[in-house]
């Protein structure tokens, strides 16, 4: 495709295929200069002379290497910006880098431009977002305290470090499979007026402390008895007048069948608390009108007790999960309960949240803690993205290599040893981030305590795109057991080796699609799904689906495959359109056969066209009756209905909308927040805005015209909604409490109350009343209720702490924060506000370098503010 001003990544919202490869088609253009401090010409002599000189370089622990956003640009030329960024790299060995016999490895999320650069290095990719740097005969050395400054280009405002390049490590030819990582490497920080300039261009603002004090004028600070005592909303919510002491662990009756239940409710109540509690009784019964199976009846009576009836076994769970939300925090003067009735359902039967293993590894306890908090708040579907171009994270019988090679990520100089480096992974393959999968055991272990939790495990495959790592990992298989002799070597083999399409994925491979022309493709998919439908009946978890992948099929694939263009030929298909229709019509065949239906990305449910010499995605005729469940994320760059369109033709859908949903999207443009951001700008209000059945409500007129929406056939269609968290930026997984957390309790709001009522209020007026009472009610409860108990139980839970409100305004700065209830801390010299740190009380009147930060139960600090107060 081709980027123009409307496309770029930072001025508007594009399909996520279309922002990531504007950073390929318009690929960096290196200029500035490059630098060296050269090595004394009888020391570059002898280097070259003599190989062991070229060992004698200590190499990775004694460079350092610096990145640096260095000035954003507007020209004539270029009146919608450019950034100009440079690499530093300094020799601190007593030894020079020699002029030649080394490379420079590193990782990418842009693309860049393989050539000559200026002081006679060379740039090239090694695949995908893998590059190398390396000397060319221009090239001089560098000597012992020497640096080597290296300036280019991009042709479009770069924003987000997440773009910086990551992981970068040192290998000489003469010890090819010896890799260096530099260890001292580090992100120059972006906070200079030539760094942040925006322009012109159109791209978005960063946050400033004044923009949220605004933001957060939006709720109101609410009396303590008018905070809702219960997240999610509960359906029906009746408060009776008195309470219910708890003077002690309350006397827990249950079936046997219940026994799960049991153990929760044991869970909640302090084991300090004496025996001889109220009784707290449980049951699976009928819930009054309502006839979803996780329904509840709660009724709490200072009388009687506590008395949760489920239609299910997961409604007794649900109704645990609300009692928890009922009790006193921890340490609360009074341990007390009000009576209250409540008789609570879903809206939706589907309440998913997806995690990325594949970019990068996160271990099972990981996985834990996420279903653990799932469960909490009532979410029941847990999407397990368990392979990816970077990793397959899943041991499967039969096919050691998927897990061998393609579950490891590390440097080796020889092919089909392990996959390359990626997301800043390194050289080492022991990284626990790039390497690690999960054993059968490991599996059914995390497939079992789900089920316990009343969460489904869906796990996804990804085909045809995305799947770089099993098609290495097959190619290895081959080319072992051909070497062996074997006749039977290429019975899973993924890849036409004759392939000569040209094309290029999302993340820039040429070499990640399985291809739908070879039998073993097939082959392959079918044992797969065997496998992992074994698994789930062995955790006594039977598999109702899998999700097969189907997104970012690049352009391209498969064009000059001979085995597809034979395929084609011999069954009459015209396009590659149509030999995708091939490919998923044989999938689902498989998936049928194991007695599951398929789930996919909303590529598989779809089909590519043309309407007014632009590609337009129009539901798929051929597998409407098929009981495709497709997940829409597209909800940009024209595609605004996709999902309102897919339902209206037939197909189930599960929303998912990268402007709401994905939790990966940075908070805000500001340099320092983490996450990517080729799709959206993600806030808490921006989650909890979200309107399911209308999402295009408070888009405007002109955005909503031409589009469509759901009509009542296909309201019924439409299974849920879920969170997505992919990886890429995500090595550490207190990264995903930052991410996930807060954000993750507005999905679980939409997910299970119906609509509020400022959804559905036609009036403006009203509804921007209706909203912010709504609002307001939100983040008081998370602030003062919900995430306070987090803290005070000790979860662990490592949640987002948004940085402040500041206003200057007149002699005093005023503060606030989204979040009513944390406590605010400030400094007013400038250094950042610690525990100990005054509390705002009020306005400040103090003068100097205002900074302030939020604090939670625990004295954990978030992000701090900062304005010049003189």
Known sequence: MTCNASQRPETSLGNRTLVRRCALSALLLFAASVTAVAAAPEKRQAAQETPAAIGGFAGGAKLQLRWELQ?????????????????????????????????????????????????????????????????????????????LDIGYQYPHLLVKLAHAPAGPYLVYDAAPDAAMAIADFQLLPVTRLEQLDRGGSGAHALATPADTYRRNLRADVLPADAVPPVLPTPLQFEAGAGRLVLSGRPTIVAAPSLGTEAALARSLFPASLPAGGPALRLGVG??????????????????????????????????????????????????????????????????????????????????????????????????????????????????????????????????????????????????????????????????????????????????????????????????????????????????????????????????????????SSFTFIDHVVAQVAALHREAGAPLRTIHMGGDE?????????????????????????????????????????????????????????????????????????????????????????????????????????????????????????????????????????????????????????????LTDYGKRRVRGIEATLFTETVRDAGLIDYLVMPRLLAVAERAWAPDPAWATEPDAARAATLHRAAWSGFVNALGRRVLPRLDLERTGVAYRIAPPGLLVDGGRVLVNHVLPGMTLRYTSDGTVPTAASRLVAGPIAERGTIRVAAFDRNGRAGLAASVEHR
């Open 71 to 147: 000035r954003n640009v507007f020209t004539e030329q270029a009146p919608h910006g450019r950034t100009q960024a440079r690499f530093i790299l300094v020799n601190g060995d007593s030894r020079p880098l020699p002029p030649r016999g080394w490379s420079l490895y590193f990782n990418s999320m842009d693309g860049m431009p393989s050539g000559a650069l200026p002081g006679g290095l060379l740039l090239e990719e090694v695949a995908g977002g893998y590059f190398r740097l390396r000397p060319g005969p221009g090239f001089a050395g560098l000597a012992p305290g020497g640096t």
């Open 286 to 519: 009928t819930v009054p009108g309502q006839a979803s199976p996780e329904a509840y009846r709660l009724t709490i009576r200072a009388a009687s007790g506590i008395d949760i009836v489920g239609n299910s076994a997961a409604g007794v769970a649900y109704g645990l999960q609300t009692l928890r939300d009922l009790l006193p925090l921890p340490g609360a003067a009074e341990a007390a309960l009000a009576e209250v009735a409540i008789i609570d359902a879903p809206r939706f039967g589907y309440r998913g949240f997806q995690l990325d293993v594949g970019r990068n590894f996160h271990g099972k306890e990981t996985v834990f803690k996420w279903l653990d908090l799932m469960a909490r708040y009532k979410l029941n579907k847990f999407h397990f993205h368990l392979t990816e171009d970077e990793g397959w994270r899943l041991e499967i019988a039969g096919l050691p290599e998927l897990t061998a090679i393609g579950a490891v990520r590390g440097h080796s100089a020889k092919p089909g040893v392990r996959l390359q480096p990626a997301y800043g992974s390194g050289p080492d393959p022991r990284d626990a981030r790039g390497s690690g999968y999960y054993s059968r055991a490991d599996y059914i272990e995390i497939v079992r305590y789900a089920a316990a939790r009343h969460i489904e495990v869906i796990p996804e495959i990804e085909m045809p795109g995305h799947a770089r790592a099993a098609v290495q990992a097959m190619e290895a298989r081959y080319h072992r057991l051909k070497a062996a002799g074997s006749k039977d070597a290429d019975r899973f083999l993924l890849n036409d080796l004759g392939d000569r399409s040209v094309y290029k994925s999302a993340q820039f491979y040429d070499d990640n699609v399985i291809n739908p022309g070879l039998e």
């Open 553 to 709: 099929l690049p352009e391209g694939a498969w064009e000059q495959s001979p085995a597809s263009r034979a395929l084609m030929t011999k069954i009459g298909l015209e396009t590659t359109a149509d030999l995708w229709d091939y490919f998923y019509d044989r999938v689902d065949g498989i998936v049928r056969r194991h007695g599951l239906f398929a789930s996919g990305w909303e590529e598989m449910a779809s089909r590519k066209t043309r309407l007014g010499g632009r590609n337009k995605l129009i539901p798929n005729p051929r597998f409407t009756g098929r009981g495709f469940s497709a997940y829409v994320w597209n909800n940009v760059g024209g595609a605004e209905d996709l999902a309102y369109r897919l339902a209206n033709g037939g197909y189930d859908v599960v929303l998912a909308p990268v402007t709401k949903m994905y939790l990966d999207m940075a908070h805000n443009a500001n340099p320092e927040e983490p996450g990517v951001n080729w799709g959206a700008y993600v806030e808490l209000d921006n989650v909890y805005d979200f309107i399911p059945f209308d999402y295009l409500k408070n888009a405007g007129d002109a955005a909503r015209l031409g589009k469509d929406g």
